[in-house]
């Protein structure tokens, strides 16, 4: 019996472990799944014959390894600074590795001794990373292949709240690690426009966003996102004059988020007493050095959209006279991710909305031409959400490809660009209604 290992039960999981349990029967898989929270596996497991929930601690050495070394495959959904760990001993005990995370250094620098073992790390196989590379390698590929020159490549994607459940002024629920929204965009972006390289560092992200007319929805306003030019070589982009990879949020989110950005509201290494301090002794504490005595003078203060940020910020609660109530001590980075996952929570009946939009220009047989590509996807409820779905599928289709031996000569770290690897990913993913529509 083969076993796949799914580490990570979370708000990401619920697809890829529905997808993997469905095929199990047919392929005669065991799906382990292991979680912190045992209760969370149990609940994605259910009672299914060929399922089987386990509690982990991923510190926990022995345990760690005796699950991967039962493993054919190991797919991680863990936060992106524990891929390592289990990296790691996919490389002692010759085991394959699936994540949804972008590569980062300590990853690729095990892509040599991987490929010497005959392994696969297959990383940024979700959805912003993931489907957004193999929907956007199957158009420069197409258009290559009719000899046309792609000289401007812009894409966007963003996990928003479904309009008839949009129901608060940030316009935005959380279906996904809310951890990574309070980090967002602290690396700043690097991307090119019209030829000239630019950077733009975390204080001005916000602020320095791009309005987006997205086909059959819309404007969304979109800010940078990280390092656009190191996807250049990889999509054979190299002569290109633009080259933006960017996330798609509401307006009222830029303008609320870039005055949480320069408060310091998103500190990851301060600490505070959080356990005796309410939100208002937090607030204060960490604007100290801001001019004004009140929340609201501070926030004015820092603003680019006074009013509507004092709007915004208000709702958000986070200067409240209301206990916070977590272990002390506590980051602002803490504090803040407590806050938010409670005022942006998901109804159980909520849906969210994945929305991905590509656009090209390109020149062919002496014609330019303009051609954009968007997906949009509303998800079912609170647990079945379209995040979940276009996360997890791509994730689950390719653990499926590679054990039915469908991947073959293909060894080492690696992301789905690959004619390949995407083009039966993205046949199969349209069945479950994740297509893209096409505009020339």
């Known amino acids: 019996m083969t076993n796949i290992l799914v580490f990570g039960a979370g708000k990401s999981s619920a697809y890829l472990i529905k997808y993997l349990l469905e095929h199990a029967t047919k392929y005669f898989w065991q799906v382990t799944v292991a979680d912190a929270d045992i209760n969370l596996a149990l609940k994605r497991v259910g009672d299914h014959n060929f399922g089987t929930a386990c509690q982990l601690n991923i510190h926990e050495d022995a345990i760690r390894r005796r699950m991967i070394g039962n493993a054919n495959i190991v797919i991680s959904l863990l936060p992106p600074d524990l891929h390592i760990v289990v990296a790691k001993d996919c490389i002692l005990l010759k085991k394959h590795l699936i994540t949804a995370s972008y ?7 095990l892509h040599e001794e991987a490929r010497d073992a005959g392994l696969i790390f297959m ?5 912003d990373p993931g489907i957004d590379h193999m929907s956007a390698m199957k158009i420069i590929d197409e258009v290559e292949r009719l000899g046309g020159d792609i000289y401007s490549f812009k894409s966007y994607c963003g996990g928003l709240v479904a309009p008839a459940c949009d129901t608060n002024p ?13 980090l967002a965009g602290k690396s700043g972006a690097h991307f090119l426009r019209d030829g000239i390289e630019k950077t733009i ?4 992200l916000f602020h320095e966003i791009e309005k987006v007319k997205v086909p059959d929805f819309g404007f969304l306003s979109a800010y940078a996102n990280r390092d656009s030019l190191g996807y250049q070589n990889l999509y054979g982009l190299q002569h290109v004059k633009t080259m933006l990879r960017a996330t798609f949020r509401h307006e009222a989110f830029c303008i609320g988020w870039d005055s ?7 500190n990851e290494t301060d600490q505070h007493q959080a356990y005796v301090m309410t939100y208002k002794d937090w607030f204060m504490a960490v604007t100290a050095n801001i001019k004004g005595s009140t929340p609201k003078e501070r926030i004015e203060h820092v603003s680019k959209n006074a009013k509507q940020s ?4 208000e709702w958000l609660g986070i200067y409240e006279n209301e ?6 001590p506590s ?16 109804l159980p009946t909520d849906r969210d909305m994945i929305v991905m939009h590509h656009e090209f220009e390109y020149g062919r047989k002496n014609i330019d031409a303009k051609l954009s590509s968007t997906l949009i996807v509303e998800g079912e409820d609170k647990t079945y959400t379209a995040m979940a779905k276009t996360v997890g599928l791509p994730m689950a289709i390719f653990a499926k490809n590679l054990l039915t031996g469908k991947v073959k000569n293909q060894y080492g770290v690696m992301i789905p660009i690959s004619k390949n690897i995407y083009k039966p990913i993205l046949k199969e993913l349209s069945t479950y209604g994740i297509e893209f529509t096409e505009l020339v």
């Not at 590569?103 to 620098?109: F, K, L, N």
């Not at 990383?123 to 959805?127: C, D, S, T, V």
């Not at 940030?170 to 309070?182: A, D, G, Q």
């Open 103 to 109: 590569v980062s250094p300590e990853i690729r620098a």
């Open 123 to 127: 990383n940024e196989i979700g959805l």
């Open 170 to 182: 940030w316009h935005y629920k959380i279906s996904w690690n809310p951890r990574n929204i309070v």
């Open 201 to 204: 560092d975390y204080s001005a």
């Open 260 to 266: 949480i950005v320069h408060l310091g509201l998103t």
């Open 310 to 313: 004092l709007e915004l910020l």
């Open 323 to 328: 206990k916070i109530n977590l272990p002390s």
């Open 331 to 346: 980051s602002s980075a803490d504090i803040l991710l407590k806050r938010i996952d409670e005022k942006w929570a998901m």
